[in-house]
């Protein structure tokens, strides 16, 4: 296995060639850091997570976190250890308040760690990433005493966090949770017993802090049905006294664990509250409204793990593509043996992946940028800044979520594949990002949601001109690119591919209030050719700020860039036929007929 | 897990509306069966598969084939009982040669076989598969001795064949092998003494059979460097005394077996030959020759295996689909919760497995049904019809090879997909299709060996004009195609898609001889374009036998077919612009580039 090495340069040309950190970081709310710093941080972190978090990775993987009887869950004693040197780094409060012992930077900075950590070691950087989520919510909707009780410790990573939402018939469908809460006064004012079994919860339980807060989805007593009924709980795994110590375990228990065909790293918990005490977190009945407020940073973290697994797969691909000889390269003499990066195949599949683990984080950063934008705009008072903001943050989401995914699974089997046969041997590596990755277009609403909420809360925002505000956009940047030497062909296509978005956007918006089944039918074929476009359109951007820079990593960019647009973006441009088809086709064959064989 | 139902009706839809059984069994060499006796074992086969075989499929995954200290591979005790029930069978022999105790049926015969025995189990049907290849070689290529000594029971199954040519060195590049043979005159004449290490060895060793015969590339002294010095002995595993009873065991040990992203049944060995025993097969040197004789027939096989595993997880999907509650579909009630399968874009991955479930099949049977009229043609001594099917067999193979395994790991990711987390839970029997289907794009030739074979020999064949020949008899189908009713746009597309793979093919065929390089960076997208082309342009014909039959069964073949023409199909037009780059946008970036980040 080879060593992973953070993408510093590439991630600072995302950050500032695309995603304006220095936008960013000449606001008011982000004052307190330069573009510099930023930049310093980030190569410490990323020394600091390669050197830790990545060679703990295969651990994760072989050994795995593991149940035992009696409810313990297990983790590999590299684990253990690479948890106690995060916690000690302080990497993972940086984006958090000051006043709970955060660092206050913009969000795009912990996005450009997340990226590095969940690159170096998947199934350990969701720990992390569900404290972040708990710490969000609690910050966000807790009261004063839940956010000095537990955010301190949990912006460190002493104590961990989880999100309770799935119960066996509640998956996709959140509405139909029936866990019960019910008052506890007879324990203290305001507590209330939770019952119920949730499942899929990950890190649900473990033994690499000394706490665990859980957030829990549960109905109150008369609720209303559906997600209108459904409050949120705080229940830690060991009650905090007065003091901040640790007292008695509360009524929780991990049952069992699930065998996962990835991330074996981290637990993945069916999780029984058997009347445990917890207290509302927000109001009640409004456990949904939390849960959105942390959507929007929970599903672009998801879409992060599909470019950070893509990074590390072809990190490891192009290495062993300069190791690996096999065959003559052309021109080559006789009875030479090449390393297979000289045979075109082998080229195609590794600027394929270079392309897009380019594309891909010029989409996610910019994405973090927006919610840092629109936060810096909140901060002092610009409505219409924040607004303009929001929406682009809004509309981005679900195609950093599905897209990155989507192209994650196909990047690591790329990678795989360039390794022959021994990628196909376990102890290469090369399988387990493939295995790993595949749980991502998965969780945090399916893709097909992510398409589905495209097509259906997305679209509708000012009635389509959120997308067709950024397709101006393009279009005028390619305009630019038209001008830019050797990007003629980039242009046209991007030209091209926004005149695709277009004629979809102007059919969905048409059939949106009169045919929701051609609507849905076309969600997941206009993701990708929307988000395809999205990325094309970016790494213009970046383009046009780097032309005719005449240095070996530049021109890489520009190349890189090029070949994404003169080669995969027309890959999109099929898509269109099923966009426009109504849903009848889809429902052309009946259940019985679909299985008639 | 579902259980797994034989696809008898399309099986029968592909042999007779598309893949022409009909001539193959009015030819004088096939006249032995008709095609209801065909249906009836296939019926017959299929029912014993599904019994018997399918249900172990679980075991080899999570039991698996083991080494054990000594050199012993131990197979799940389920595997044990169901190979001597398939050696009991009988339908491992059914399409070979009667004098060694086959059935003599036409190769698609076994085709339908193999698809189902794939479908049931993967892993498991590799040990019949590969004794295939071997039994055809000793058969074609061997002494009249070594096939009384060896044929009968391979055919039955007793004994087990394998195939040895990777070597660690020599993978891709088999002509890099480095194993020897020399001369054992002092045991016996004729007698060589094989030394060497061979890996990824498919059920090199294992304990179903009582014998196992190795076919193994080696060099002579003084053979010629590459390929042309390369030698093919048979090695049993253990002697064959003069009256067939075995006797001692020859100096081949299995080393240790790989841990596999997938078909853990499937043991696969580095094999240890310490002088063994071998004998010739064939003439000496002629060892690549011998290869290339099984080489249409097991990259046909491997093609299956796309098919096959897509079809088992589409049965299982499509299964999920009907019992899984979720969400509530259009127009039902306010709180009404509805299976899946309601959904659009569910119905939309369902569709698309569904439709290139029956494309790969059409593909694939048709490549088969061409090498048993080939065989047909040059029994009665027809060479125009001989060259003619030959050409067409070799155009296919590649396409089979790549396309399918490449769409069999798509389409097992949709079905995993479908079942939302519990695709990711192991139980769950949906991620084992993806782990054991992905080896398939990367032996027997990867799928970037198999376009290079496409664009270099096959793009040659008659300047080009076999490719053109099938391109204009589905310009003739699409113009039949366009009169039939809900068609037109089918037709339309097919029509589009060929003329894209006439300037495709026209390009090739200028560069072929000027510019290898962009020929070769052009070879997959390539492949995908004529792939896909060819199987809409086979589907139409199976549309144009049965349009007007207005029955439930045959009106699904027909919106597949249509769905596929309309959705599917028009997704490759975007390939062209990958084709007509010349190879400079691969080869713009230096290594050093590539991995600067």
Redesign the interface.
Known sequence: MSDY??????IKFAMEAIADLGAIVASDRYSGADAATVEGILAEAGRFIAEVIAPANRDGDTIGSKWQPGGKVTVPPSFEVAYAKWVESGFGAMSFDPDFGGGGLPWIASIAVQEMLTSANMGFSLCPLLTQGAIEAIHVHGSDEQKATYLPKMLTGEWTGTMNL?EP?A???VG?VISKAEPADDVAPGAWRISGQK??ITWGEHDMASNIVHLVLARTPGSA??TKGISMFLVPKFFVNADGSLGDRNAVQCLST?????IHGSPTCVMLYEGAIGWLVGGENEGMRNMFTMMNNARLSVGLQGLALAERAY?QA??YS?DR???RA?GAPA?A?SPI?E?????????TQ?AWIDALRALLYTNAAAIDLGAAARTVGDRDGARTWQELTELLIPLSKSLSTDVG?EMT?LA??IH??M?????TGA?QH??DI??A???EG???IQ??DLVGRKLAMRGGAVITDLLDEFDGRSAALARVEGCAAYAE?LSHATALCRTATAHLGTVAATD??AL??A??PYLRLLGTTVCAGLLAKGVLAVAGKDD??H??RI??A??FG??IL?????????IL?S?A?????????????
Chains 1, 2 share one sequence.
């Open positions: 090495t953070p993408p510093l340069a590439d799935t018939q998956g996709s469908d139909a499942i899929y049905p559906g699930e065998h996962k065909m990835g990190q192009l290495q300069v000889q096999q065959g052309i009875g043996s990066i045979h075109p195949d082998v080229r195609r599949m590794l600027m270079r699974c089997s795989l594949q022959g046969g990628g196909f041997v376990e102890e399988a493939v295995r595949r749980i277009p998965i969780y399916t893709n097909g398409a589905a296509q929701p089944r849905l039918s969600s997941s070996d990593y021109r890489a190349a890189s090029r070949f003169e080669q027309p890959t999109v441009s099929g898509l269109l036929p099923s088809a849903g086709p889809l429902y052309e064959l009946s259940a019985a007929q679909l299985a008639s064989r």
